[in-house]
């Protein structure tokens, strides 16, 4: 098991930047690769980034690329999101994910374990 904490989420104007981090604890974490994932009201679930285990490769979805940059710290056993240039269409709760996979990984089946999620208000 995996247990993944997420924190750093709020209400920030447009245009506005946040940086969410996402601390696991159990099962030795430089073993997964990471996610953010972000779910709006009404909507489903989609991904955000991805990072591989050396933090090396990250992959992010269209919308978000040049805005969001996904890190790791593998010493302190976390995951972030640089948040930048912030949008309302961001606005959402944001999820952490851990996969038990090689490379990056973008599809939502592929997680094993998640966070409780955060709040990420963006006002216009």
């Known amino acids: 098991q995996v247990q993944l904490v997420e924190s750093g989420g709020g209400l920030v104007q447009a245009g506005g930047s946040l940086r969410l981090s996402c601390a696991a604890s159990?099962?030795?974490?430089?073993?997964?690769?990471m996610g953010w994932f972000r779910q709006a009201p009404g909507k489903e679930r989609e991904f955000v980034a991805t990072i591989e285990q050396s933090g090396i490769s990250t992959y992010y979805t269209d919308g978000v690329k040049g805005r969001f940059t996904i890190s790791r710290d593998n010493a302190k056993n976390t995951v972030y999101l640089q948040m930048s240039s912030l949008k309302p269409e961001d606005t959402a709760v944001y999820y952490c994910a851990a996969a038990h996979s090689l490379g990056v990984v973008d599809h939502i089946l592929d997680y094993n374990f998640w966070g409780q999620g955060t709040q990420v208000t963006v006002s216009s």
């Open positions: 159990g099962r030795t974490f430089s073993n997964y690769t």
